[in-house]
């Protein structure tokens, strides 16, 4: 089989995380990134053989390293550009190389749903964007909402959710953004978070609110969620644990933390001690009438990772979402069916 | 007028707090406060010149200063006892010390609500408070859930709250702590926090969560309040401006995080840089439906100090509710009616 | 006696504190400050009654308080400004404002030392700096080195000192700023520091290196100190006792830290818990051989508050540096010879 | 030939990551690791097909999965077991189980230097240890000291060390310890870590002073290192360059911090994002004189593993220094002879 030549823009957070789970795809090859600056990503990528581009202004020059040509060399040489530019480069991106190259485009929710004709978390709307040219995969946040949400809804139907999100105030790698020391409510209601929720779950109303706090680590939320039919604790449980890319955590076994996540995670062999799955404790699952309370942990870094590569199969239409899901997940590490054992 | 007499039992972050607010009162007279181990704080109080009495086993000999007497020597000069020792030794104190020697006491909200006959937060029952020998002020979340709380509840009637409580992770004194890079949910669901809310708000249904956080500033609360009676953003705003102990402020003037409210209460010349009133961030309440969301930050280690003021005279029932708060708020510098200006 | 009439460019962290200080002088008068942006601090000096006066592009219309001129019309109304703008907006403003209005002017150390004609610390130079138009206070890390290695360069000669400076990431309402969780080393030999002391003891040879961390509180340096004669730890610690602004602090009174220090400056009253004295540890005061290695805690946002007061008397040449000094320390609560007590 | 049977008293932060190593070394095999706790690490260790053993008073039962006998039946199949019970608990192994069985044992640097016969650093004493039956690995921050103060000392030969360890207030995912904000000294002169080189470098002078700062990541040490000869920056960059499990990093490829070196070693493929080098900033060299300056940063979780692979084979004497750390290095991804790109 042919295997789908993928390019990727851009080579930070999440570009090399998406470079690294492309070469591990059967069905795909990495032609090459670009890169900007000079710094040990870029570095790294070098090391590993990856073709290396560039675009404007890049500063990669008098380092050493093999520049292959500029972006649009690279967009010529491939099936599909995932743009993982920082926001909100990947709409100026779309304008001004991938539009005039004819080039189908897979953009990170940091973009604005505008970017591109569909939203996508593969398993809520994987269907819906089969051979669509732009598609925008979701936020870290809205993919975890969409996640366990969606199980949710599908089972029980969602009236209306209420969700606190506790957010990272910056990336582990990140040493100029803080705060050290406070809390800092996002004043705005609602946070964005809820409405982009929308974009791949429509019927779904939730309201958000939002706070960073002086953590590198995960993103965590708590989620008031009020459901058409009365949900017990076991049930919920037993959802978690069968949706995919969803993981359920224990108390019992002393994951108390989104520390202790992070170190299970890298206990577990997750590649950079990343964690894909979205994490539900257990003993923080609650059910008071028809609302179904829970705690989730999101991984920034990670978590649409899986997504970028299902977003790859849906745009060019390969597959259905199950075989591709299944394929991520296998490739990646990622249990078929949520976290069986503890 | 006589004044009252009163002891303070630990002195700690509310004890010390607790007997310099009693110093400031017309109506109060610090008889002494007791100490344990030798430390800054002792050495503060005896800097200041109030007695130190002992309680066993404690380490406060040979360090230069005078010992008055043990707790015993200090309940027969009193007319009432603060116990300020760290939960749960109040409710060891009273059997101990307190009821032998047929003394009336305040306990702190760390404390299980039996340990008093009653628990208190002023602007909500200081009449049912009246005259009673044991009463227990709620913790300084409970405190900021009562103050704002009882307002909404007086205007519009509550059907349902749920809370998320953003805790910081130790006081600013304590090294010893951590979270350092960690959110921390707490796996129980409800968190204490709900329940102990109607000990003094006893009609309001609640369900809380809670999370700890690597801060030591603030705890910070997101609230959803279905209400009985459809509010209105503004009629919120003016609801926490008139209410006692609230204060509004405003991303507007640039507080947005628990750091620049911290910094505020320096600015407005609160002792300690303390803020003892509950703040309501103006741009985060909002209203959906009969809901009303808002956000509100608690500085732990003040708000209850006025209260336990205000409970001395309750306890002694030397005059109402308004009279003691309109007294306490003056001698401490807190605005009668909440903040009037930005 | 006529008092010296001060304006204060710029109100933010130094600036606020200036104003505080100023208005405790018998012999001065706070004309009016600066402002510029909306934001608490500016309505936190129009509550106090403070005259403010704008600078070009500022944005103080409209909030509901009268604005009583432009900086050229403070100017014309001064004796002296104290300029605490952000760096390095000092330089500019002095050619743009101070010297068009032959203004004496005092400046922080942020600046670069040819701000002005001196830098100043008024235990080791303000003799020097007596009747200069425009003087330099230094900054916060080097007016900490100033203070004690003047008294230790006065008793047994300095040789050489190599120090490290673990320094706060940000201050403590700064929320913008990190690191969250990294130590981030200053990677330049030496850092600036150690220069900037020769600028105020010229005679003294230090090389320093640097290092930020997760913290708000205060700058710890470690020194090593090799003297021209044989330091002993007890005569140590007796010119430690004896320095003007330093004080001796115990980890025998759990003073283990830097947060125990702030702590300490909120119960001995301090305004905002600020502590204007450089704080050593006893108990990490050594002697290996001709050399003295001490830690000592700066506290960034209030040690050179007392300096800007003194540096106007300095430069009105008003009197002695003895005479300010003593005046200075007086009005705002610090002890005349560091910390006697524990 | 005939494997070396391995057995890990103790599955934490140390034992866990030796588990891992062990079972990468061709010469080796992992007989099985004790649990006490059930948690996380154990349920790993469990999944990866590890046996599991049991120490008196183990919560192990319960949980659904085998325990293969007690640490005496593992004593019985091993040729050599490692120690990495939480300190000091080391001596106390050995007095109880070891020296019973008349095992072989490796300790870790939390014991104290009594509880072996040598202590151990590959590449400074390696030869000394063959044959040993009771070796002491050093301490992290010793072995960080032991790998490039001991290139130095061959070099140059070093008269004299100063050193400032700002160390990680606690692991990653320790969610107990703090502190949250603050610099904590040790208020102890000097700190331990001085002495301890000594029992590796025993002729090298060492005076080192230490503080706990809000980190969880690495520690870092300032060493200022009077030398018999002077040294350049060049050369130092060089022998930094050929030591083995040391690492040059770059400010100049944006690694300008624990956080981004943790970043780099995720980046570069290491196992758990661990790195295992001792990484000396480039930019941060500095040479005075005969005095050479340096900043390195110390993973505290992971320098150490190598040196217990290497302690195996001196302690059973199978090999040399040079061929030991040849095969250690290869099986864990360590370049032979630092880092040789940026």
Known sequence: MKKIRVGIMGFGTIGKRVADAVMKQEDMELIGVTGRSHNWRIRSAHRKGIPIYTIPDHQLDGHGFKLEGTIQDLLKKVDIIIDCAPKPKGKENRAKYY??????AI???????????VSFTA????????????????????????RTLGAIHTKYGIKEVYATMIRRGADPWDIRHGPINAV???LELPSHHGPDLKTVLPDVEIFTTALSVSSTLMHVHTITCECKKTPTVEEAVEIFKKT????????????????????LAKDWGYPRGDMPEICVWKEAIGVVGNKLLYLQAIHQESDVVCENIDAIRAALDVCDAETSMQKTNESLGIPQHGMVEK
């Not at 539009?99 to 189908?104: L, Q, T």
């Not at 953009?107 to 749903?113: A, L």
């Not at 964007?129 to 946040?141: A, F, L, M, P, Q």
Request: net charge negative; glycine share 8%.
């Open 107 to 117: 953009y990170q929710g940091g973009e604005k749903p505008d970017v591109g004709e």
């Open 244 to 263: 995919p890319r969803v993981r359920v955590v224990y108390n019992e076994s002393l994951v108390r933390s989104t520390a202790e996540i992070m170190e």
């Open 123 to 146: 398993q809520c709307n994987y269907d819906e964007c089969r051979g669509k040219d732009h598609i925008r995969v979701v936020s870290c946040n809205t993919t975890g909402l969409a």
């Open 184 to 186: 800092v409510p996002v």
């Open 99 to 104: 539009e005039p190259a004819k080039m189908k």
